[in-house]
């Protein structure tokens, strides 16, 4: 998954471009300022998922984090990272003309981690769908239940890939400030993507 923002030190700069976006307005973001906005967001997101939880059941049921050991965190964990990247694909496939043939699953051994990209230009809500299902279906699904059962191991599980979607939450601020009838094309190299219209050059 990609996130966005203009940044001047990669912005227009990037070898890679999808076919049919000559023109366009390329936003990307370093790495280094993704992770350090990502960090500053975890207070808040650990806020808005946990304070229900805490207001309806106290601090109790989170105790259980004193029986977890760490192994089975990172059996949760790598798999979870997985279908992370997986729900990405699957939503932005259900709106691609080749649907998983528009989608490249791949494992970026620099950062050890899966990534997807998709390679069909999306019109903005079909592409801030697949950015932000990992977040609906692994975060605040599992808050939600959490805070309806009392559940602290579920709530622990939805605040971890609520932080995991730090990036996804950058880019769908940036998809919400853009005209929903533009286009989108995630970039194939750096985290960000290409903004357009359909045969034109630019944002007009």
Same mark, same amino acid.
């Not at 709106?95 to 981690?113: D, P």
């Not at 559940?151 to 599980?157: N, P, Q, V, Y």
């Given at each position: 998954? &990609? +996130?966005?923002?203009?940044?001047?030190?990669?912005?227009?700069?990037?070898?890679?471009?999808?076919?049919?976006?000559?023109?366009?307005?390329?936003?990307? =973001?370093?790495?280094?300022?993704?992770?350090?906005?990502?960090?500053? $967001?975890?207070?808040?997101?650990?806020?808005?998922?946990?304070?229900?939880?805490? =207001? $309806?059941?106290?601090?109790?049921?989170?105790?259980? =984090?004193?029986?977890?050991?760490?192994?089975?965190?990172?059996?949760?964990?790598?798999?979870?990272?997985?279908?992370?990247?997986?729900?990405?694909?699957? *939503?932005?496939?259900?709106?691609?003309?080749?649907?998983?043939?528009?989608?490249?699953?791949?494992?970026?051994?620099?950062?050890?981690?899966?990534?997807?990209?998709?390679?069909?230009?999306?019109? &903005?809500?079909?592409?801030?769908? *697949?950015?932000?299902?990992?977040?609906?279906? $692994?975060?605040?699904?599992?808050?939600?239940?959490? +805070?309806?059962?009392?559940? *602290?191991?579920?709530?622990?599980?939805?605040?971890?890939? !609520?932080?995991?979607?730090? !990036?996804?939450?950058?880019? $769908?601020?940036?998809?919400?400030?853009?005209?929903?009838?533009? =286009?989108?094309?995630?970039?194939?190299?750096?985290?960000?993507?290409?903004?357009?219209?359909?045969?034109?050059? *630019?944002?007009?």
């Amino acid at each position: 998954m &990609v +996130t966005t923002d203009s940044d001047p030190d990669h912005a227009g700069d990037g070898p890679a471009r999808p076919d049919g976006t000559e023109g366009w307005d390329e936003q990307t =973001m370093s790495l280094w300022r993704v992770n350090l906005i990502a960090l500053v $967001l975890l207070p808040f997101v650990t806020a808005v998922l946990a304070a229900p939880f805490v =207001m $309806l059941w106290g601090y109790e049921p989170l105790n259980i =984090m004193r029986f977890i050991r760490w192994e089975y965190l990172f059996l949760v964990a790598l798999p979870g990272l997985v279908a992370h990247e997986v729900l990405h694909g699957a *939503g932005w496939a259900l709106f691609t003309s080749k649907g998983f043939g528009s989608v490249q699953f791949g494992f970026k051994w620099a950062f050890l981690t899966p990534y997807c990209h998709c390679k069909e230009p999306l019109k &903005v809500p079909y592409y801030a769908f *697949g950015a932000g299902l990992p977040l609906i279906v $692994l975060s605040l699904v599992p808050a939600a239940l959490a +805070t309806g059962t009392g559940s *602290g191991g579920l709530l622990i599980f939805g605040v971890f890939f !609520g932080w995991a979607a730090g !990036g996804d939450l950058i880019a $769908l601020y940036r998809l919400a400030r853009l005209d929903s009838d533009l =286009m989108v094309a995630d970039h194939p190299e750096e985290m960000g993507f290409f903004i357009g219209r359909k045969g034109e050059e *630019g944002i007009p």
